[in-house]
C-alpha cells in the first residue's frame, strides 16, 4: 500500500530531517592565515639561532679586538650585516605575517667624506643595532613560539588557529617596534645629512668663486696699480707730464677697483637687502636685468636674514636665466607670505622649455633650496610661457640691540 505521507514512516523522515538540519555546519579546514603564521613561527626559531650566533660572535671578537685599528672596522662591517638581517625579517614578515613595515633609509656617510666618516656612521647607525637587538630580544621567544606551535599539531591542533594568531601577534609587535624606522626620524636625518652636503658643498663653491674674483680681478687690479704707482714715483723728479698722465692712469685703475669690489661685495651680500629689505634690493636686481621686470613684494614684514638672503639670491639667478635663456621681452616677480612660507612666482613671456636638466642652473638651485626645506616647481612648456615658484619656509626677524642701536 502506497503511504499517503502521513503515517509513522513520514514522521520518523520528518524527525531524521530535523536532526540533520541541527547539526553544527562542518568545521572549515585551517586558513591561508593560519598556515602563513605557523609557517613564520617554525621557521624563525632555526634562522633566530643562526643570527643569534652571527651577533655572538661579532659582537665578541669586536669588543676584544677594540684595543686594535681593526675592532672598530669589525663592528661597523657587523652593523652592515645586521642591517641585512632586519631587511631578511621585514621581508619575510611582509610575506608571512602580512607586516608592511617601511625599509629605513640607507646607509650614509657625507658625499667624500672618506672611510672615517662612513666608520663613524656605521658605528652609530640605530637601524643596524636595533636589527641586532630584535635577534637577541626574540631568540626566547623564538624557541618558545617554535616548541608550543610545533606541539600543538599532534595534541591541540583545534586550538592551532588561535595559538599562532596570538604568537604571531607578539613577532608583528617586535617587527614593527624594532625593525621600522622610528616614526621617519633616522629618513628625515639622513634627508638632512645629505642636505647639510649639498650646503657645505655649494659654500665652498661660492668661496672658490670669491678667492677666484679677488684673484683674477681686484687684486691684479691693485698689484699693477701698485706697480703703476711705484714707476710714476720715479718719473716724478724726472720726467713729471709722463708721471702724471702715470697718475691719472693709476686713477681710473682705482676706480676699476673699487668697482669691482662692490660688485663682489653685492655678490656676497649686497647692502640695499641689509638696510632696505626684498622690495627695494630686487628692484635693484631687476634695473640691471636685460629684460624689462616688474616687482611686487607683498610683506608686511621682513623674514629672518638667512631666509631674505636666499630669497634674494634665488630670484637674481632666476633673473639671469631669463636674460641668457628666455627670449623673453617682460617678465614678473611676486613675492608674498603665506601662514609659514615665503613664496616666490617668477613669470616670463619667453620661450619656455627650462628644465633641470639643460645646465641652466636650476638643477642646483633646486638642491639649494631643498637643503632648508625649500622647493622649487618649474612649469615651462614649449613656447612658454615659464612660471617659476620657490617656496621657503618664513622665519621671523629678530631685533637685537648693539651699542644702542637696532641691527
Known sequence: MISSGHGPGSAA?????ADDAALPPPRPPLSAATWR????????WPLDLIAFCYVLIWLSVGVLLSVTVIGLPVLALGLVGSRWFGRWERVRARALLRVVVEEPSPLRAQRGAG???WLWSALKDPVGWRSALFVVVRLPWALLTFALT???FFVAWPALPWLARGFSQVDRGLVRTLLSPSDG???RIAELEVDRSVVVDTSAADLRRIERDLH????????????DLGLAKEKLTEDPETAARMVDEAHGEVKLALQELRDLARGIHPAVLTDRGLGPALSSVAARCTVPVTVDVDLDQRPAPAIEGIAYFTTSELLQNISKHSHADHATIEIWRTTDRLMIQITDNGRGGATTTHGTGLAGLTERLTAVDGLLAIH???GGPTTITAELPWRERHQHKHEGRAV
Open 13 to 17: 523522515g520528518a524527525d531524521e530531517g
Open 37 to 44: 603564521e605557523c609557517a613564520y613561527l617554525l621557521s624563525s
Open 115 to 117: 672611510f672615517f666618516a
Open 150 to 152: 610545533l606541539a600543538a
Open 185 to 187: 626620524l633616522e629618513r
Open 216 to 227: 683674477d680681478g681686484a687684486q691684479a687690479r691693485l698689484v699693477a696699480l701698485a706697480m
Open 380 to 382: 615651462s612648456p614649449t
